[in-house]
């Protein structure tokens, strides 16, 4: 054998040999089976209790073989399996909860309780393994708040999960869900004669997610399947409009107060049809041209359909994406100037876990202080008084004046050339105004999906944290 001969047969089992080592791993310590672990997740600010709701299996395990570790340290809480014999880590992930939004709300200010239902999935164990939920305290530190063991053998777990028989189509296949982020598309507000509707709809928003960069880059990484789920009525829950809908999933608009934000607490009923799909993401289209969506990391992204006028039917294409971004990259909100229910979001002094939000800008300290250039100031100046002065400006005009659209017109278009025609484009930086806060907290590009309503990509600290996400789910 030649010595060229000896090179190439020592790379072929190399190539070979990485993935069925990771593997190994895998089978080492899990079933390739899907195990939702549900709760009831209670309390008021300053306090929360979670208790176990039940235990059932979900089919095949969609996630990755190799990516069990979640070294990204996003999302507010995190859950750790632990391999009880061996007093070893196998799995963890990072998440959010509309219990932990709730918290930052007057009404959890002022004592309400309140109790939500929310799952955590993970792969089956093959032995007994503790299951550890964190959360952040005050300092960004995950301390253990619950703890509870998994015994696969249980008569506890429940089998045979009823899944409901509704039609289940491929939008996009890359490959197999093992090594692909799987997207499953459900919908709510749609009857079985908007079927075809909710179909086109979820074609049209999965090419305008791969419109975007970083995901029109990654669009092989991905799967993409669309579940019909219908209701009995068209549209969702209006309650400030007091329009009601009896729809499947049971969204609704005003959540928290808030006219535009679109949840639903119905957990059980979005993961009874999530499952019907191998799914790590889920997002759910909303059968209504009423501006709305929201988006928690790790839990759905929901959003409008449509628009309710011509001229800004492409607001659907903006927020899709937007919500996508929280709930895929745990990316914050950069944006400081619209109203939000939240009352303190983010702590004064504390950095955020949020890959994009920053409170510390010197370059020492700056979190995405290796993407920034010697020659850029920090915190970098941008012209903030100006921006701030054209988005203020709308609150002057009189609503009932005959020229109040066409004066809303022309300074939506100012303050897009502003932002369009910014010499900072395209310059990583850390500028001032981000989650919702007008100082103090900084943002990492002038402009960004997560901080104007416009069809802009996502920035290049933005673009970093999905690519990462997509490695953990695709590699
Ligand atoms: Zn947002």
Redesign the pocket.
């Known amino acids: 054998m030649t010595k060229s001969g000896l090179f190439v047969l020592a790379v072929v089992s190399i190539a070979f040999a990485a993935p069925l080592c990771a593997q190994d791993a895998f089978t080492a310590s899990f079933m390739d089976e899907t195990l939702r672990f549900d709760i009831v997740h209670t309390g008021t600010k300053g306090a929360e209790q979670i208790s176990l709701d039940k235990l059932c299996t979900e089919g095949a395990w969609p996630g990755s073989l190799t990516g069990l570790i979640d070294s990204l340290n996003l999302g507010e809480y995190q859950c750790r399996l632990i391999d009880a014999e061996k007093d070893r880590l196998i799995y963890s992930r990072g998440f959010s909860t509309i219990f932990n939004e709730w918290q930052t709300t007057d009404e959890a200010a002022h004592g309400a309780q309140r109790a939500f239902h929310e799952s955590v999935r993970f792969p089956l164990p093959l032995k007994k393994a503790r299951l550890e939920l964190y959360r952040r305290n005050k300092h960004m530190e995950f301390g253990k708040i619950f703890t509870t063991v998994i015994d696969p053998a249980s008569v506890d777990i429940i089998r045979d999960t009823k899944m409901p028989n509704v039609p289940v189509t491929q939008i996009l296949h890359s490959g197999a869900p093992h090594e692909k982020v799987d997207i499953v598309l459900l919908g709510d507000g749609y009857t079985k004669k908007d079927m075809k509707k909710f179909f086109a709809d979820a074609r049209h928003y999965t090419d305008q997610l791969f419109s975007t960069q970083p995901f029109r880059s990654r669009k092989n990484d991905f799967n993409i399947w669309a579940v019909s789920v219908p209701s009995d009525e068209s549209g969702i829950d209006q309650p400030d409009k007091n329009i009601w809908k009896r729809t499947a999933l049971g969204t609704s608009y005003n959540t928290f107060g808030s006219a535009r934000y679109v949840l639903t607490m119905n957990n059980d009923a979005v993961r009874q049809y999530a499952a019907l799909a191998p799914y790590d993401f889920v997002i759910v289209l909303v059968n209504t041209p009423r501006y709305g969506g929201g988006?928690i990391f790790q839990l759905y992204a929901t959003c409008f359909t449509g628009g309710e006028t011509r001229e800004t039917a492409w607001h659907s294409d903006y927020v899709f994406v937007?919500?996508f971004g929280?709930c895929f990259g745990g990316l914050g909100?950069e944006y400081y100037t619209s109203d939000v229910p939240y009352t303190d979001f983010l702590p004064a002094g504390v950095e955020p876990w949020e890959p994009n939000v920053a409170a510390i800008a010197d370059r020492e300290h700056l979190k995405w202080r290796d993407l920034v250039s010697a020659s850029t100031p920090l915190p970098t100046p941008w012209q903030k008084a100006v921006f701030d002065s054209l988005t203020a400006a709308p609150r002057s005009f009189q609503k009932n004046a005959a020229d109040y659209n066409e004066k809303r017109r022309a300074a939506a278009d100012a303050l897009s050339q502003f932002l369009d025609r910014h010499p900072l484009n395209n310059i990583v930086g850390a500028f001032e105004g981000a989650g919702y806060k007008s100082n103090g907290l900084y943002r990492p590009a002038v402009n960004c999906r997560?901080f104007s309503k416009s069809l802009i990509d996502f920035d290049p600290v933005c673009s970093r944290a999905i690519n990462r996400m997509i490695d953990l789910y695709s590699k």
């Open positions: 988006g937007h919500e929280h909100d997560m």
